[in-house]
T-cell receptor, first 114, second 114 residues
Framework: GQQVMQIPQYQHVQEGEDFTTYCNSS?????IQWYKQRPGGHPVFLIQ?????EVKKQKRLTFQFGEAKKNSSLHITATQTTDVGTYFC??????????????FGQGTILTVHP | DGGITQSPKYLFRKEGQNVTLSCEQN?????MYWYRQDPGQGLRLIYY???????QKGDIAEGYSVSREKKESFPLTVTSAQKNPTAFYLC?????????????FGSGTRLTVV
């Protein structure tokens, strides 16, 4: 079945350092979504990328979708303590684009030391 | 405000008991989902429903059951057949079809078997 893999599983950074998490799918994706889950909280939708090679920015966050639409990355510039949490990528199941059924990566847990 | 409400927030179950987790949404979303989250793992799909009176098994449906009698409600029953039910359960909803703008998650139910 479809697999979505994320690396690294954990990342510890000093406040002000940059952070990147990578997402790879075993199949070509029609789109990819990113979510953030704060400690003790629930996932919150951040963004969706649809086009091959697409790059989107949200303040200090930069999201990229690979040319082959099988990989994606999230880069945070100059991390802050408010960035702490788990970042998940998710892609629609193969053939599941009609109803949004998603397969989630394992997530990258980000810790920011002040 | 529109959103998804999950209850209870915390639930303790004795072995051999069935328990039902509530999920209600007022977003007028057609699609609803149940995911399970274990420490260090991503979200795994239990069941999903694209429309009232219809639902499909996800990747880990064994030991669980659902119903979708109303558009707003998608309760999950964790039966005694589920061997390892202690986990964080997340309900989500979305607009199905192209242009899906991501899931909206509830705040989750933490189930512990005692």
């Amino acid at each position: 079945g479809q697999q979505v893999m994320q690396i690294p599983q954990y990342q510890h950074v000093q406040e002000g350092e940059d952070f990147t998490t990578y997402c790879n799918s075993s199949t070509t994706l029609s789109n990819i979504q990113w979510y953030k889950q704060r400690p003790g909280g629930h996932p919150v939708f951040l963004i969706q990328l649809v086009k091959s090679g697409e790059v989107k920015k949200q303040k200090r966050l930069t999201f990229q979708f690979g040319e082959a639409k099988k990989n994606s990355s999230l880069h945070i510039t100059a991390t802050q303590t408010t960035d702490v949490g788990t970042y998940f990528c998710a892609g629609p199941n193969a053939g599941g684009t009609s109803y949004g059924k998603l397969t989630f990566g394992q997530g990258t847990i980000l810790t920011v030391h002040p | 405000d529109g959103g998804i409400t999950q209850s209870p927030k915390y639930l303790f179950r004795k072995e051999g008991q069935n328990v039902t987790l509530s999920c209600e949404q007022n977003l007028n979303h057609d699609a609803m989902y149940w995911y399970r989250q274990d420490p260090g793992q991503g979200l795994r799909l239990i069941y999903y429903s694209q429309i009232v009176n219809d639902f499909q098994k996800g990747d880990i449906a064994e030991g669980y059951s659902v119903s979708r009698e109303k558009k707003e409600s998608f309760p999950l029953t964790v039966t005694s057949a589920q061997k390892n039910p202690t986990a964080f359960y997340l309900c989500a909803s979305s607009i199905p079809g192209p242009g899906n703008y991501g899931y909206t998650f509830g705040s989750g139910t933490r189930l512990t078997v005692v």
